[in-house]
């Protein structure tokens, strides 16, 4: 029997039921309750009709009408909870979206990888050090990185900790955004300090310039300011791994007769967790929000044909965005086939390419890193196949740092090998950093763009 046609009733804790992969096992199950019983008292982090106006942003999306443009750090540390890289982060993002606008010419839907991305999947439970065994590192929700007992023991009340810092950052965003920070009149205030790159920096101005002039024109022949079109959103992801606390946050909204999860707009189920009978999928199934899916390799078709049904079985638009993250060297061979899976259950999907987690590799020296040039030949190729498969690359997801750190070989400036100790600041996947970040936007744009430098006319 498939896995759909086994479903019961649905609530918020109807995952307890179904085996769930990637959670901490807390040594005090009563201090856990209590966390949690805490939690589910603060009022929401977003709100429904956020969540639904995204959700119709990301049915746009799909149907080829806006791109979507998620990214931020792979983990958020409690410590970079502060106003700089906050800024920093919103800055090269924004930054991205105008370059991908002026390629693209269809409107950017921002969706951050922040404000509760804090709890990561882990290959295993234990680390082994010295003859030491200690529970893996599962991100500042659930423990600290430090390699001792203390700080590797689950502590429920961080969860408390991580909602505080959700709303804190979220409530830095808002400001910056309602005060004008994303206004495209102003792309000034994103200042392009970090870009060491003369001819990155000089086509970045161009692109900046071009824009201006089509404000300025639009608004000198329209007699108006263009206010919704360059005010811009700023939406919320986060992968939905540790469930006592995603169900914490979940709330039934009377209005919608729905239940959504409110600490975000797009939570997000990760490779590992994606079992089918799994409690995220369980859990995943009854929110409201628009959810991603990862896939990856490991996955066959009929596999993410049954998740497409159990996670959309109305498919409704919008709803689910299969982030496909295969790889360079694999994306030829896989994505072709699941696209075909998709198209033969019926299923309408967002589109969206992470080039980051299939091309993760380990330097000689033991240092996890990622080539540019593998990132962008996934990019290069998930268009290319799309566009030969008759379906729409909607969007992309990266993992990416406001800071000018060295975690990723490659771009412009090319970073080496032996550039990645010079500033390699992440606990968990290596970023992108700013410059490289700018420089993968302008050839996803000057790829998008340049079918339309053929004149119109001859
Ligand atoms: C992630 O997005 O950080 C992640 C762990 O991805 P995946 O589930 O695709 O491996
Ligand atoms: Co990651």
Redesign the pocket.
Known sequence: MSQSAKLVPWHPASWQSRPAGQQPKYPDAAALERAVAALSRLPPLVVSWEIEALRAKLAQAQRGEAFLLQGGD??ESFEDCESDKIAKRLKILLQMSLVLLQGLKKPVIRVG?FAGQYA??RSTDMETRDGVTLPCYRGDNVNRPGFTPLEREPDPELLLRGYERAALTLNFVRALIDGGFADLHHPEYWDLGFLRDAPLREAYQKIVDSIAESLEFFESMSGQRVHAATRGDFYTSH?ALHLMSEQAQTRYIERQKRWYNLSTHMP?I????ATLGGAHVEYCRGIANPIGL?V?VGMSVEWLQELVQVLNPQNQAGRLTL?H?FGAKDIEQRLPEVIEAVRAAGAQVLWVC?P??GNTETTSGGVKTRRFENILAEVEASFRIHAACGSTLGGV?F?LTGEDVTECIGGARGLTEADLARAYKTQ??PRLNAEQSLELAMRIAERAGAPRRVPLLS
């Open positions: 792979c983990a990888r990561k999947p992968e997000w990760g490779m590992r967790t990862k990856g982030i993250r992470d980051m987690h997801h993992e968990v996947d």
